[in-house]
């Protein structure tokens, strides 16, 4: 267990300008120095100071703060990204001032379930995390009998209601936006190739339900699982490229740089590529001839970099893209505790604002079933790395 102490109390009215404020800090220093999209992640420095300092006793008796837990892997396979997320949550802290919040980190890799039952016991009011669906499953049950909300990383929408919420990017969303931006570019007839299992009927699901939204039309869908032999299958199973106008490639960008060239060879330049935003990091995908063009939506990155370039001047290292979900995490408690009285339970309902709220990662708000709505950009590839073709909306109109 890790902590991070927060300023000095201050009065609450001032917390939400602390949040833009430290937004707009973001946003001011990715005017100053902003990274190429397409150009790798800087090499990670061996000398990199440890993410927090750890506590030599007891939580302190706190009068005039709520205790918000951090649920991540710090040890194991996991503890690299849990640990960036970590980090950005404390970092989030220190730019707004901390003022009615302590953050603790909890690990969950020798167990979730026990990091939970912990960090109710330690008075946490509040839970940001697990990362992973099942360690969600694991605490919720401890949340919910304690009342105290789970603002979840995970993505898994079997996991969220009764006081879980997922703030994890969702392939759902990003395949809508695309194929609702194809639709609109007068592509209508969609050809997909997607992975087998879990996640491959996952976003098969989303892209039907998505193409009928859209009135355009799913003419062919072809599976694989994961091997060259049986991905070219599923590109020759797809048939002549006269049949549809666009590729879906529901898969990560490794594998669209696999699939994207057979794509080509069998189709012709004729078909537009779409993907998901599980390709926003694949910075491979500009230098493959066969990607130029394709379509990807994914949520914005132009404040990333900077609070990447903020990350990596204090702790030496890049983040893992999903750290800026212990950012935005952390932004979204330190503006509802503003109203948030010491001694009584998270206001929960406040989550509920269909204004939405705003983060590192854009405009969000949570649905009816707890799961994160997102404003997405539409990316498209080019030689030089990822370029705006549609914007996301700053906000939601309804």
């Given at each position: ?13 001032g ?5 833009v ?6 946003a ?20 990199a ?13 706190d009068q ?15 503890a ?20 009615n919040?302590?953050i603790?980190l ?6 979730a379930a ?17 990362l ?17 909300p789970?603002?979840?990383f995970?993505n898994?929408n ?9 703030l ?8 809508d ?20 299992g ?19 039309q799913?003419v ?22 006269s ?24 189709a012709g ?12 990091t694949?910075f ?9 063009g ?6 914005s ?19 893992y ?13 330190v503006?509802?505790?503003a ?10 309902k ?9 983060g ?8 009816k079933?707890g ?23 700053r906000?939601?109109?309804?």
């Open positions: 267990m890790t902590m991070t102490d927060g300023a000095t109390p201050r009065q609450s009215r917390l939400w300008k602390k949040c404020a430290a937004l707009m800090a973001i001011v220093a990715g005017c100053q120095a902003v990274v190429p999209k397409s150009a790798p992640p800087p090499t990670p420095s061996t000398t100071p440890p993410p927090v300092k750890k506590p030599g006793g007891p939580l302190p008796d005039a703060r709520h205790r918000v837990a951090v649920l991540v892997p710090l040890t194991g396979p996991n690299a990204v849990g640990t960036s997320i970590g980090n950005a949550a404390n970092l989030a802290a220190l730019d707004t001032g901390g003022a919040i302590r603790t909890y690990d969950t890799a020798p167990g026990a990091a939970a039952r912990r960090a109710v016991a330690e008075g946490n009011g509040l839970i940001l995390g697990p992973f669906s099942e360690d969600v499953s694991a605490v919720a049950p401890i949340a919910r009998a304690a009342k105290v789970v603002i979840s995970s898994d079997a996991i969220s209601g009764d006081g879980v919420y997922l994890g990017f969702s392939p759902d969303q990003s395949i936006r695309v194929v609702t931006y194809a639709k609109s570019r007068g592509l209508v007839r969609i050809a997909a190739l997607v992975p087998g879990a996640y491959g009927r996952r976003v098969s699901t989303a892209l039907i339900k998505s193409v009928e939204g859209a009135g355009s799913v062919t869908m072809q599976t694989y699982d994961r091997s060259p032999a049986a991905l070219a299958a599923a590109v020759k199973k797809l048939g002549p490229a049949g549809y106008d666009a590729v879906l490639i529901a898969d990560n960008g490794r594998i669209a740089l696999q699939a994207g060239p057979l794509v080509r060879k069998a330049s004729a078909p537009r590529l779409l993907g998901t935003e599980l390709w926003n694949e491979a995908l500009s230098k493959s001839p066969a990607m130029q394709a379509w990807f939506a994914s949520v990155d132009t404040m990333y970099r900077s609070l990447s370039a903020k990350y990596r001047a204090q702790f030496g290292r890049p983040p893209r999903l750290a800026s979900l212990g950012y935005d995490a952390v932004l979204l408690a503006r509802i505790g109203a948030w009285k010491i001694g009584e339970p998270f206001p929960q406040a989550l509920d604002d269909k204004g939405g709220f705003a590192v990662d854009g405009a969000f708000r949570f649905g079933d799961i994160a709505q997102r404003a997405l950009d539409v990316q498209q590839v080019g030689t030089d790395g990822f370029t705006t073709v549609s914007p996301a909306p906000g939601f109109g309804d």
